[in-house]
């Protein structure tokens, strides 16, 4: 079994926002509702693979909170999706870390986000796109 697994809404700020490729696959129809948030962090685009990356850093990232209708049905594909396998396991892709995130209205959320999982510096940073607005939704539709 994949952990953490205590329920909370999850943070998404790329191919799973709403109108993209892995909403419609994995949250569609699954999700109860969904508001806009930001967090902290450094944004790229990895053009080779298609989809993006958050980092540490003092950006910010904008996504959206989802609050999930039945949360080990939709996390469970969601997790092997990212290739999360589990705390602290080096296959990770994506780590699923819980941070604060910044609702629209101002108030904080603790919040599921997937956090890439840099091995090599010097390869992702010669594959990637540093998206400096932190919005991949906009960065994708222009």
């Not at 699923?96 to 995130?101: E, H, K, N, P």
């Not at 609702?103 to 010669?126: I, R």
Request: glycine share 8%.
């Amino acid at each position: 079994m994949l952990e953490p697994r205590e329920q909370k809404k999850i943070f998404v700020y790329g191919s799973l926002r709403t109108g993209f490729y892995n909403y419609d696959k994995y949250l569609k129809g699954k999700i109860e509702n969904a508001v806009l948030g930001k967090v902290k962090g450094k944004l790229y685009h990895m053009p080779h693979k298609g989809y993006p990356a958050l980092l540490e850093g003092n950006n910010v990232v904008l996504g959206e909170v989802m609050t999930i209708k039945n949360f080990e049905e939709v996390m469970i594909p969601m997790d092997k999706m990212e290739n999360y396998y589990g705390v602290n396991d080096s296959r990770n892709e994506y780590n699923r870390v819980v941070m604060d995130v910044e609702l629209e209205n101002g108030e904080k959320e603790s919040c599921y986000v997937y956090y890439y999982a840099m091995n090599d510096k010097e390869v992702f940073e010669k594959n990637s796109v540093y998206v400096d607005h932190g919005d991949w939704a906009s960065f994708m539709t222009k």
